[in-house]
């Protein structure tokens, strides 16, 4: 017997007005742990992203001198 997922991960290409899609909860309604962690994570992201673009150029640079 399969084992049921205990998880479900949101698919953030679907349309959202269909019935079968699970709906996000409202940023207001996570727990306050939930927020802060979310948006560490997310600032992380982001500066790890820019860090990359960063390293990138650098790279470029060297190989035009």
């Given at each position: 017997?399969?084992?049921?997922?205990?998880?479900?991960?949101?698919?953030?290409?679907?349309?959202?007005?269909?019935?079968?899609?699970?709906?996000?909860?409202?940023?207001?309604?996570?727990?306050e742990e939930t927020?802060?962690?979310?948006?560490?994570?997310?600032?992380?992201?982001?500066?790890?992203?820019?860090?990359?673009?960063?390293?990138?150029?650098?790279?470029?640079?060297?190989?035009?001198?």
């Amino acid at each position: 017997m399969p084992r049921q997922p205990t998880t479900y991960q949101f698919d953030l290409f679907s349309n959202p007005h269909d019935a079968e899609t699970a709906q996000m909860p409202p940023w207001q309604a996570l727990p306050e742990e939930t927020r802060l962690t979310l948006t560490k994570l997310m600032v992380r992201l982001v500066l790890d992203h820019v860090d990359g673009e960063r390293a990138v150029r650098r790279e470029e640079a060297r190989h035009d001198a």
